[in-house]
């Protein structure tokens, strides 16, 4: 589908990544022990587990920016255990110290954002899947980013403000539309959708495919990605979907990479609304990574 946020300044997404970054990292900064080890909504993932998975995967970015060698070392290595490596490496990076984890992650971070600002514009990197060139790789780590921490949040019972930085993981949701079809072994269908989503603050529309499109995907775009990202079951989301294709593509959409994930159960701990500040994401009276499945 055409994509309206690739006018967007490239720095803006290396900027975004960096906040995104920042908001989380304050979620856990000065957490007690005990809370570093609180369940998330991911079935055996703690609060630690979450920033470790982090950790690993901007560590792997890292690697495929400014040492292919090593990064080959990283895929020989997951691919001795292609269905536990993403769980091995989270495990492993959680049985730290949370203060050490926390450091090690603030490092790496910082690291990654140099070298995404300063990886040549059009060179592909390699990745799990089909190389990435640095601005899809930070799009494709904000929407981890922000996923993870959606799961931080929730173990914490924190809502977080929503912002323009979703418009990052929406683009990703509406362009990875055909794969959540082929990772499932089904057609994808004809034409392109229209999508609307409500912004974060209420009065601008973020609109994908062209307007007369018969199949339409409407509402706010936290609901959407929080749809994409299996953070949320689609009965607990205001999400409306015109025509038989789009009402499927609703059922099995996901924006990450890899197999498709079981996603949440109905309400799953959510109630409707939870985990965004009231009224946020509507109108007023609206790449890829394997771990975000989770």
Not at 62 to 72: D, E, K, R, Y
Not at 252 to 262: L, R
Request: with cysteine.
């Amino acid at each position: 589908m055409p994509d309206p946020s690739a006018v967007d300044d490239v720095v803006a997404v290396f900027t975004d990544l960096c906040e995104e970054g920042r908001e989380l990292d304050a979620l856990v900064e000065g957490l007690p022990a005990p809370d570093w080890a609180r369940p998330t909504p991911a079935p055996g993932w703690t609060v630690a587990h979450q920033i470790a998975h982090l950790h690993w995967t901007d560590r792997a970015s890292l690697l495929s920016l400014t040492n292919a060698t090593g990064f080959g070392v990283m895929v020989e290595e997951a691919l001795k255990a292609p269905d536990s490596f993403v769980d091995d490496g989270a495990r492993e990076g959680a049985a730290l110290p949370p203060a050490e984890l926390l450091a090690r992650w603030r490092d790496t971070r910082d690291a990654l954002a140099q070298a995404l600002a300063t990886a040549s514009p059009d060179t592909r990197f390699p990745w799990y899947g089909p190389p990435m060139k640095a601005a899809s790789m930070a799009s494709a780590r904000l929407m981890e980013t922000w996923a993870h921490g959606q799961d931080v949040a929730d173990a914490l019972g924190v809502r977080r403000t929503p912002t323009v930085r979703l418009r990052h993981v929406a683009r990703i949701g509406v362009r990875a539309r055909d794969y959540a079809y082929a990772v499932r072994g089904l057609p994808a269908p004809d034409g392109e959708f229209r999508v609307e989503l409500t912004a974060p603050d209420g009065a601008e529309v973020w609109a994908y495919g062209p307007p007369q499109a018969p199949q339409r995907i409407t509402g706010p775009a936290l609901d959407f990605c929080l749809l994409v990202t299996q953070r949320a079951h689609r009965a607990d989301l205001d999400l409306t979907a015109t025509g038989p294709d789009a009402d499927r593509w609703l059922g099995i959409a996901q924006a990450f990479a890899g197999p498709a994930g079981a996603g949440r159960e109905p309400g799953a701990g959510r109630e409707p609304g939870a985990g965004r500040e009231p009224g946020a994401g509507r109108e007023p009276e609206a790449g890829p990574d394997q771990g975000a499945g989770r």
